[in-house]
């Protein structure tokens, strides 16, 4: 069975950091396109960092560029998110996504429906609050 599970998130005061995994089980995560959605109350889903399965090539959305950075460790099966700078609006349940059929990070972080995707984890919350 095909298994991502997130860790990592908390409650954290403006401008603070965290830093998010996405641990992989039952398949080898270095044949996937691996991505970290967030969606909050109310809200769209969004793309928020994407990256590819072995060039090291990335892809952000607008709203965290500069601020965050997708990594991943194949050898661990493992992709992660560092947080920097946090602000209120970043507010959301963060979730990771893989997808072996997709070919580019900005394809994957364009968020399609989660039902064309091969697998997807439950998510970790994150609050940016004082």
């Known amino acids: 069975q095909l298994q991502l599970v997130e860790s990592g998130g908390g409650l954290v005061q403006p401008g603070g950091s965290l830093r998010l995994s996405c641990g992989a089980s039952?398949?080898?995560?270095?044949?996937?396109?691996v991505g970290w959605f967030r969606q909050a109350p109310g809200k769209e889903r969004e793309g928020v960092a994407c990256?590819?399965?072995?060039?090291?090539?990335?892809h952000y959305a607008r709203s965290v560029k500069g601020r965050f950075t997708i990594t991943r460790d194949n050898a661990k099966n493992t992709a992660y998110l560092q947080m920097n700078s946090l602000k209120p609006e970043d507010t959301a349940n963060y979730f990771c996504?893989?997808?072996?059929?997709?070919?580019?990070?900005?394809?994957?972080?364009?968020?399609?429906?989660?039902?064309?995707?091969?697998?997807w984890g439950q998510g970790t919350l994150v609050t940016v609050s004082s």
């Open positions: 990256i590819s399965r072995s060039d090291g090539q990335t």
């Open positions: 039952g398949f080898t995560l270095d044949h996937y396109v």
């Open positions: 996504v893989a997808d072996s059929v997709i070919q580019t990070v900005a394809g994957l972080c364009s968020a399609p429906p989660l039902g064309t995707l091969d697998v």
